[in-house]
């Protein structure tokens, strides 16, 4: 499975990226802090699902989440609200996509 998480915040990249690794499950992360690089990287690479911010400087995660469908239409995209943190237990996965 591989996800990209987009925030400006590197620190909140790197709190969710601690909490995927190690885990049983065979997981890619592709972390970006800036929506333009996540877009292009996302246009011509198979992603499964998207966590982005949706206060991010050059685009909204929800403007970035409408072009990576034009090209994968069957991509999981999920926008955080500023405050909200990325949706991972200490299991994995938690609360969307699976």
Sequence with gaps: MNIMLVDSNAQALSQAAKRLTGKQAA???FL???ARDALKFA???NIDIVY???SLPEMTGA????????FHPDVQC???GDGE???FDGEGLQ????
């Design 95 to 98: 609360k969307w996509g699976k």
């Design 78 to 80: 999920h926008i955080l």
């Design 27 to 29: 997981v890619t992360l």
């Design 85 to 87: 943190e990325f949706p």
């Design 43 to 45: 246009i011509y690479n």
């Design 63 to 70: 403007g970035m989440a409408g072009h990576i469908r034009r």
């Design 52 to 54: 982005a911010r949706q």
């Design 32 to 34: 970006y802090t800036n």
